[in-house]
């Protein structure tokens, strides 16, 4: 049986105030990074990779297809789990709403976000539907990564967000696959625990 965990987030109510007309006409008056941008791409697979290398998962690559449907996802403003991915989802505002994001900084708050200690206790206490964006982002079988912002911030809605899909493929968190897939103690921890045992011992 399949999980989307990712929908943990599906409580936040968005209200759609504008047609897509509009909606378009908006996000075309300010720009994000392209998810075909080089920088991006890198910043991305940078973050992830370092993150899955503390867990025993092997490295992502990027690609092209999941990329265009997240930045799809993305412009639509919303929560949207449909279709054949994993995504995970993160999303923010400013106050006021015309602040301009730093789109590097995004992409690394965005993976601390799905790789937080909340999730990962989550996860490890059982909770997979909490610790769901964590265990995407790490999951082993999991070989490509795709990501978009929205283009422009969401002007048709209350807090006119930016938002950011990574989309997964092969999907993860599949129920009965976690223990194969999901190393929960990083190598980190345990180099800091063998260090630690080597000063008491020495
Ligand atoms: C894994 O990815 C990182 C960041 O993208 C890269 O620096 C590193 O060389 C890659 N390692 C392998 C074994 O491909
Ligand atoms: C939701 O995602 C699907 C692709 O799976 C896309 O066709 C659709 O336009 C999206 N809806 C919104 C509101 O973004
Ligand atoms: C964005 O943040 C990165 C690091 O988080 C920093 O190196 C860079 O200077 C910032 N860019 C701008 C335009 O502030
Ligand atoms: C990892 O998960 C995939 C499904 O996503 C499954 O096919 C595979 O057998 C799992 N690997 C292990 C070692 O459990």
Known sequence: MRLFTSTALS?????????????????????????TDSTFISNVLTKVNAIRKQYAAANLTWDATLA????????????NHTGPYR????W?????????????????????????????NAYKAGDLYGGGRFTQTVWKSTKKIGCAFSTNRCTQNPNQEWWFYCDFSPPGNYAGYYAGNVTTVPFETLR???????????
């Open 11 to 35: 409580t936040a109510c968005l209200l759609l105030e504008a047609t897509n007309v509009f909606a378009n006409q908006a996000l075309s008056k300010r720009s994000s990074l392209l998810p």
């Open 68 to 79: 265009s449907a997240a930045r799809v996802k993305a412009n639509g403003c919303k929560l």
């Open 87 to 90: 995504e995970n989802v993160y």
């Open 92 to 120: 923010w505002w400013y106050v006021p709403p015309t602040a301009v994001p730093n789109f590097t900084t995004k992409v690394v708050n965005a993976f601390d976000a799905w790789c937080s200690t909340t999730e990962i």
């Open 192 to 202: 800091v625990v063998f260090q630690a045992l080597r000063i008491r011992i020495y």
